[in-house]
Each structure stands twice: as C-alpha cells, then as structure tokens.
C-alpha cells in the first residue's frame, strides 16, 4: 500500500517530552480525518509506548526516543516508537497483563493497553539492543 505522507521525530527520553510526543503524532494523524475516539486511541497507545521508553529504556544514561509516522492510501496509520535502550529479555513475557519490572509503582497494563487500542501491535526488543514498537491503527474517518 501506497504511503502518502510520513514523519519523524528524535526527542530526548523525558517526562517532560510525553505529552509533545502524543499531540505530534495525533496532529500528523488528523490527516486522516479520524473520528474524535480513533484519534483517542491512537494518542492512548502512543502515549504508553513513549512512558515506557522514559520509564524502562534509559535506567542509567539519557537516551532518545524515535518515531516515525506513516499514512497510507488505505486509511491505515502506522506509528513506530524506537528506544536504544536496555531492551527486554522476553517480549511475550512483559506483554502478559500485569508483568511489569517495575515492582509496585506500574500497573503492567502499558502493552495490554496498546494491544486493546489498535488493530495490530507489533513489539522487536533485544537485551542491549532497545525496543521498537509499532501501533497500527486503521482509520475509518468520518465520511468514509
Ligand atoms: N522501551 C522499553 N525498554 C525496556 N523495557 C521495557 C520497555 N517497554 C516495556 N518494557 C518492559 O516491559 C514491561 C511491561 O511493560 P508495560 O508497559 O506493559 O507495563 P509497565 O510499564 O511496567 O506498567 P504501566 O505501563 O502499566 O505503567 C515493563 O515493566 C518493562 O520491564
Ligand atoms: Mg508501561
């Protein structure tokens, strides 16, 4: 499928930076003429998928964060969030409800979060290597 429009962006791993993060990509995603509740969703999963790059990524240095947006002719967006990160040792592990590294402060929800909001979720993580995690959500829009 034909890719229409695409963005990146490079943004420090800070708190500070998540909210940015979430309207860039909804701005960029508007395009598409979501519905008010498509939009949500997208900015629900972004927003998970960059808190987990600052919470679990950069434990002991700063780091970036790096995402590209893709439109495509169809209606379909695909977000991709990237870290350097410390990556996960077992990605079906930490995807299961309530797993966090965390102990008491995460609920472990983030990726069950992400799932439940898009249409297909894909997570490539390796020990040293970082995460990448890919949202697509598909948008009906209004007048479609
Ligand atoms: N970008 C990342 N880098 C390293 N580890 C990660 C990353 N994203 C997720 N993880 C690991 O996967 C676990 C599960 O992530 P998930 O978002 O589901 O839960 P959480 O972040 O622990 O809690 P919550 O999202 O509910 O606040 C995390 O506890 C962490 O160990
Ligand atoms: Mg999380």
């Given at each position: 499928?034909?890719?229409?429009?695409?963005?990146?962006?490079?943004?420090?791993?800070?708190?500070?930076?998540?909210?940015?993060?979430?309207?860039?990509?909804?701005?960029?995603?508007?395009?598409?003429?979501?519905?008010?509740?498509?939009?949500?969703?997208?900015?629900?999963?972004?927003?998970?998928?960059?808190t987990n790059?600052?919470v679990h990524?950069?434990p002991?240095?700063?780091?970036?964060?790096?995402?590209?947006?893709?439109?495509?002719?169809?209606?379909?967006?695909?977000?991709?969030?990237?870290?350097?990160?410390?990556?996960?040792?077992?990605?079906?592990?930490a995807?299961?409800p309530l797993f966090t590294t965390a102990g008491g402060e995460r609920s472990g929800l983030g990726?069950?979060?992400?799932?439940?909001?898009?249409?297909?979720?894909?997570?490539?993580?390796?020990?040293?290597?970082?995460?990448?995690?890919?949202?697509?959500?598909?948008?009906?829009?209004?007048?479609?």
């Open positions: 499928m034909q890719v229409i429009n695409e963005m990146k962006l490079v943004i420090d791993a800070l708190s500070v930076n998540e909210g940015y993060c979430r309207v860039a990509v909804a701005t960029f995603v508007s395009q598409l003429d979501p519905t008010i509740e498509e939009l949500n969703d997208v900015k629900t999963s972004v927003s998970e998928a960059v790059c600052i990524a950069y002991k240095k700063r780091g970036k964060i790096y995402i590209t947006a893709r439109l495509y002719a169809d209606g379909l967006s695909r977000v991709t969030i990237k870290d350097r990160g410390i990556g996960i040792e077992d990605v079906k592990k995807r299961e990726f069950s979060v992400m799932e439940s909001f898009s249409d297909k979720l894909t997570v490539r993580s390796k020990p040293g290597w970082g995460t990448s995690v890919t949202i697509e959500k598909r948008i009906a829009g209004k007048g479609k």
